[in-house]
């Protein structure tokens, strides 16, 4: 190997390292986006698969936490448009 090789190496191991842990923000806002439309998917599938088995209280709940997560889903976009 060539003497100026290593520090290379380790220049492209630093830099790969805090690429993982120090990510752009839009990656973190993208995952987050993600995970508020999983939700919802994962309540729709709840409802329409179970809504015979549920009980009022339940439906209630599922219905609460989809609303809510569609309105984290509306200002999460809304600050993105914004950018």
Do not use: H
């Not at 003497?3 to 690429?19: K, N, V, W």
């Not at 990510?23 to 698969?49: A, E, H, N, R, Y």
């Not at 209630?60 to 809304?78: E, F, Q, R, S």
């Amino acid at each position: 190997m060539a003497e100026g090789s290593i520090p290379g190496l380790y220049y492209g191991f630093a830099m790969s390292t805090r690429d993982i842990f120090a990510p752009k923000k839009s990656v973190i806002v993208d995952m987050v986006m993600v995970q508020v439309l999983t939700i919802i998917v994962t309540l729709s599938l709840v409802l329409m698969t179970g809504s015979g088995k549920l009980s009022s209280d339940m439906m209630a709940y599922i219905m609460g936490g989809m609303m809510g997560a569609v309105l984290l889903a509306t200002g999460i976009y809304t600050r993105i448009s914004q950018q």
